[in-house]
């Protein structure tokens, strides 16, 4: 069981990234999927999370209205469209899954998920 985020770079403040989570050993359509970020010296923290229908999406204060969630069960893939990225929202992204919908009210607590992926890197300069 392996997940793998990519799609990570670096862009403006402003610029915009589409971060991608796929996953190879299991069907990712059974599970609810959450992304994290990690800047230096911080804690890692949720930024949005997707449960596996698709119907619930949770979202920081800090990226609503910025970032959308995705996913797409056919192909077995979520994304994270991060538009207008400030300097702040540098960071390591990680996705992370757990097995069908958890206590949603947990989305943001990593405790939460059973699978981690290695972190994309997301750098915007001001």
């Known amino acids: 069981v392996q997940l793998q985020a990519s799609g990570g770079g670096s862009v403006q403040a402003g610029g915009s990234l589409r971060l991608s989570c796929a996953a190879s050993?299991?069907?990712?359509?059974?599970?609810?999927i959450g992304w994290f970020r990690q800047a230096p010296g911080k804690e890692r923290e949720g930024v949005s999370c997707i449960n596996n229908s698709g119907f619930r999406k949770f979202y920081a204060n800090s990226v609503k209205g910025r970032f959308t969630i995705s996913r797409d069960n056919a192909k077995g893939t979520v994304s994270l469209q991060m538009n207008s990225l400030k300097p702040e929202d540098t960071a390591v992204y990680f996705c992370?899954?757990?097995?069908?919908?958890?206590?949603?009210?947990?989305?943001?607590?990593?405790?939460?998920?059973?699978?981690w992926g290695q972190g994309t890197q997301v750098t915007v300069s001001s």
């Open positions: 992370a899954a757990v097995g069908g919908t958890p206590i949603l009210s947990s989305w943001s607590l990593h405790r939460t998920y059973d699978y």
């Open positions: 050993g299991f069907n990712l359509d059974y599970y609810t």
